[in-house]
């Protein structure tokens, strides 16, 4: 048990609350690593606030010191929220980003969460009651989009028509050999569109690296063998965290066009790039609209309705990023047909890193198995590789 603070002591800050009493009683009780750093970035955002931000923002010095756990009222939140939204501000890694709705929210929603625990166990007065804060209203979220097969057949084939990226630094690109593989291991793995096309100079790509050879699962607790190979790598969104990585089974259909595009592109060595493009946003997706117009790929408008009842209806696209809820709704959908569920939020990665690293192990054959029968759509899968893979566990 914390030992309550008395009277006349001083109250922590909420820096010190956090880090002395919160976080080990924390980390005893087992919280994830995952919220564990969002309630660090949270009390990382407050203490740069307090010390440097609410004077940079909004031009007024704070009024106290060192602000104590007793000044985190709802009045200060509310000012806290009113003048980081929207605006760049560092985090715990040293980069600045511009702070979301649903980011501000977390960090809101983990200050409640460390306020409550100091009531809890006495630091601070129960009379003062659970702090809450009103959060800022999120913009309406773009639609999960799942492209049916037909659509995924006809954008695959369009591919013939795509004529960038046409080099990478010196060396020559084939346009639809570079389109034909990337739509294929969007539709299988589901991963994030940079984690395979970046555009941003700051993330990392998939290398060549990834593509592991033939034999036993490279992960660290990995025991079944693929005969084609292994795709290993850590996504940009959880590597700050966690490097524990995603090792996902080479299948026929990424086998043969990762291989057709190795042919055409030739890469110098295995740190290149898998699919090398410049870095430009608008190449990419200006390419990927051709696509989509010469496959006629357009999903049906979305219905809604006014404050009086009327329908409207508004236009939609197909977004790259569209194939990472495509991949994982076919592999949940055929996993569910060989005995096994929610394969699919493991194979594109949806679960925590933490969760993720202590039970891949119970879900490599749940994997192995889904994504080595994993039908696909016409024309994709070479005649020759039907058959799926044969199973073999080592060990």
Same mark, same amino acid.
């Given at each position: ?75 200060a939140l509310s000012e806290f929220r009113r003048s980081v939204i929207g605006q760049e501000i560092p985090g715990r890694d040293g980069k600045s980003r511009k702070v979301s709705p649903r980011s501000l929210n977390k960090t809101l929603q983990a200050i409640e969460q460390i306020l409550a625990a100091a009531v809890e166990d006495g630091t601070l007065d129960e009379s003062r009651g659970l702090v ?153 997706? %200006? /390419?990927? =609209?051709? @696509? ?6 357009? *999903?049906? $408008? ?5 404050? +009086? ?52 192990? %119970? /879900?490599? =054959?749940? @994997? ?6 994993? *039908?696909? $759509? ?5 005649? +020759? ?11």
């Amino acid at each position: 048990m914390i030992r309550p603070i008395q009277p006349h002591q001083t109250l922590h800050s909420l820096d010190d609350y956090f880090r002395l009493e919160f976080l080990p009683e924390a980390i005893d009780r087992g919280l994830s690593n995952d919220r564990i750093g969002e309630l660090k970035q949270a009390v990382f955002r407050w203490k740069w606030w307090t010390e440097k931000g609410r004077e940079s923002l909004t031009g007024e010095k704070d009024r106290t010191v060192s602000p104590g756990l007793g000044d985190v009222t709802p009045q200060a939140l509310s000012e806290f929220r009113r003048s980081v939204i929207g605006q760049e501000i560092p985090g715990r890694d040293g980069k600045s980003r511009k702070v979301s709705p649903r980011s501000l929210n977390k960090t809101l929603q983990a200050i409640e969460q460390i306020l409550a625990a100091a009531v809890e166990d006495g630091t601070l007065d129960e009379s003062r009651g659970l702090v809450r804060v009103r959060k800022v209203p999120q913009p309406r979220q773009i639609g999960k989009l799942v492209i049916p097969d037909e659509t995924i057949a006809a954008i695959f084939k369009a591919c013939d028509v795509a004529t960038w990226p046409d080099s990478a630094g010196s060396k020559p690109i084939d346009p639809p050999s570079f389109w034909r593989a990337a739509v294929v291991m969007f539709a299988t793995y589901g991963m994030r569109t940079q984690d395979l096309i970046r555009y941003e100079p700051h993330l990392r790509p998939i290398r060549w690296s990834s593509i592991r050879p033939a034999g036993i699962n490279p992960s660290e607790n990995g025991s079944i063998e693929s005969p084609l190979g292994w795709l290993a790598w850590v996504p940009n969104k959880t590597r700050g965290r966690k490097s524990f990585p995603l090792c996902l089974p080479i299948t026929p259909a990424v086998g043969h066009w990762l291989g057709r595009w190795r042919e055409s592109f030739a890469p110098d060595d295995q740190s290149a790039a898998l699919f090398p493009c410049p870095l430009s946003k608008d190449g990419v997706y %200006g /390419q990927w =609209r051709r @696509i989509l117009a010469e496959a006629e790929a357009k *999903p049906r $408008p979305r219905l809604e309705f006014d404050a +009086d009842g009327n329908v409207e209806e508004s236009s939609r696209e197909y977004l790259i990023k569209h194939l990472r809820c495509t991949a994982g709704t076919r592999a949940e959908s055929h996993g569910s047909t060989i005995g096994y569920t929610g394969v699919g939020r493991w194979i594109t990665g949806h679960v925590s890193n933490d969760v993720f690293e202590r039970h891949y192990h %119970g /879900q490599e =054959r749940p @994997i192995f198995d889904t994504l080595t029968t994993l *039908p696909m $759509p016409t024309g994709i899968l070479p005649t +020759d590789t039907q058959s799926p893979m044969r199973l073999r566990v080592v060990g």
